[in-house]
């Protein structure tokens, strides 16, 4: 096979830099914001370093293409978790419980086939982020089958309703944390026991403050879930 042409040699190598050091930045995250979000992409990272290991390895040049497979795998190892099973088991007998988390985009004016599709999931909890006062008379288009449990709006993109078909016992609209954007705390039994869920939107990391918000709002979530003894889920947009 003829060797590759230096200018896709070099190229090559200017991509494995770039994929580097931008998957090396979300390593150092907890520093600065602007640096964690490289750690959104990880899986792309992953697969265009793959993708190009695979091309590379075309040309004969197995060093470099080894370099962009660890350089995938180590990217992909940090996500595979999310994608793969992890063997936990629900126990014998118990009863699924479904849940819809939908953002349906401020600015989507679609709102009659959103109200279509959410009949058409039929889940037993619905999130629904981004509804604004306009919301109001939609979610009670879907009655029968959904009763609102909540309904929180906002003239920006942080408000946040929540219908159900199944009963509760109660439910409350936070706002405790650095931004007072308003988050949904639903409990009811299920399968007979307790069961708390917690519908979340938090603000975009961008710039200092606002990345610190929701850090302090998902780390002082995270203390409340681990000291509640009842069975809690946390869904949201992160």
Known sequence: ???????????????????????????????????????????????AALLCGAFTLLFSRRGL?????????????GVAPLYLDTGAQARDGAVPLTILHFNVNSQNHRRAEIIEFIREQDADLVFILEVGPEWGPLLSELAPQYEVIEYAPSF?????????????????????????LAALE???EWDGA??????????PPMGR??????????????????????????????
């Open 156 to 180: 920006d993109n942080f408000g946040i309703a929540a219908v159900g078909r199944v009963p509760t016992h109660g439910s409350r609209v936070r706002r405790d944390n650095p931004l007072g």
């Open 65 to 77: 293409a080894a370099l962009f497979f660890v350089l995938g795998l180590v990217n992909g190892a």
């Open 209 to 238: 403050r606002n990345a610190a918000a929701r850090d302090t709002q998902l780390l002082n979530l995270a203390r409340e879930v681990g000291a509640d003894t009842r069975s809690t889920l946390v869904v949201g947009d992160f």
């Open 1 to 47: 096979r003829p060797p590759p042409p230096k200018d896709w040699s070099k190229l090559g190598a200017l991509v494995f830099g770039v994929l580097t050091v931008l998957s090396t930045l979300g390593l150092f995250g907890a520093h600065h914001w602007t640096l964690d979000l490289s750690n959104h992409f990880r899986l792309y990272f992953a697969l």
């Open 194 to 203: 307790p069961l708390v869920v917690h519908g979340v939107h938090t603000y």
């Open 186 to 188: 639903v409990e009811l």
